[in-house]
């Protein structure tokens, strides 16, 4: 990706006020979550941070089988109070925490055009891990429950961390960037 020359960064001001400009939407906003789901977010405080470039969507909000049951879990970036952090609402036993991740939303800004900036953070159901090796750094490869998925923790354009559930701990991996 082409940077931007530094004089077309916005000043330091202007990036306060795109972090205050990010569109959070409401649980309620989200038809697609069951309702006990909704009241769980909304009983945290949880406003759900959009990108703020590529979707037509509602984004940021994620079912998928997190931990290996049968039952779908549910998960959110769940923005409270200017921090964002994925917030995870379980279907069935686990021994992951709910809540991981936290960065503060203006951490997700960067400037998407001459003169624009916008959010950037947006999480996904990912299926299996990839072995992931460098020359520097080789990895021992993470092995999930039959059927388990990951949420991938994306940084549009920039960088990505893969996020599992294994034996009650999230186990990280870097992403495809």
């Given at each position: 990706?082409?940077?931007l020359?530094a004089?077309?960064?916005?000043a330091?001001?202007e990036?306060?006020?795109a972090?205050?400009?990010?569109i959070?939407v409401?649980?309620?906003?989200?038809p697609?979550l069951?309702?006990a789901?909704?009241?769980?977010?909304h009983a945290r405080g949880?406003?759900?941070p959009?990108?703020d470039?590529?979707?037509?969507?509602?984004?940021?909000v994620?079912?998928?089988?997190?931990?290996?049951?049968?039952a779908?879990?549910?998960?959110?970036?769940?923005?409270v109070?200017?921090?964002s952090?994925i917030q995870?609402?379980?279907g069935?036993?686990?021994?992951?925490e709910?809540e991981?991740?936290?960065w503060d939303?203006?951490?997700?800004?960067q400037?998407?055009?001459?003169e624009r900036?916008g959010?950037?953070r947006?999480i996904?159901a990912?299926?299996?891990?990839?072995?992931?090796e460098?020359?520097d750094?080789p990895?021992?490869p993470i092995?999930?429950p039959?059927?388990?998925q990951g949420i991938e923790?994306v940084f549009i354009?920039?960088a990505?961390?893969?996020?599992?559930c294994?034996?009650?701990?999230?186990?990280e991996?870097p992403?495809?960037?």
């Open positions: 990706m082409a940077r020359p004089e077309a960064m916005p330091y001001g990036w306060a006020e972090a205050r400009r990010i959070r409401s649980p309620d906003d989200v697609q069951p309702p789901v909704r009241k769980s977010l949880c406003r759900i959009q990108p470039f590529f979707f037509d969507r509602i984004a940021n994620i079912s998928g089988n997190f931990a290996g049951n049968p779908p879990d549910h998960a959110v970036l769940c923005s109070d200017g921090v952090h995870v609402v379980w069935g036993p686990n021994g992951c709910a991981f991740e936290a939303d203006s951490y997700a800004l400037a998407v055009e001459p900036t959010y950037s947006l996904e990912i299926d299996v891990p990839h072995p992931r460098t020359p750094q990895s021992e092995r999930v039959e059927g388990a923790d354009e920039k990505s961390t893969r996020h599992f294994v034996q009650g701990q999230w186990r991996q992403g495809m960037d």
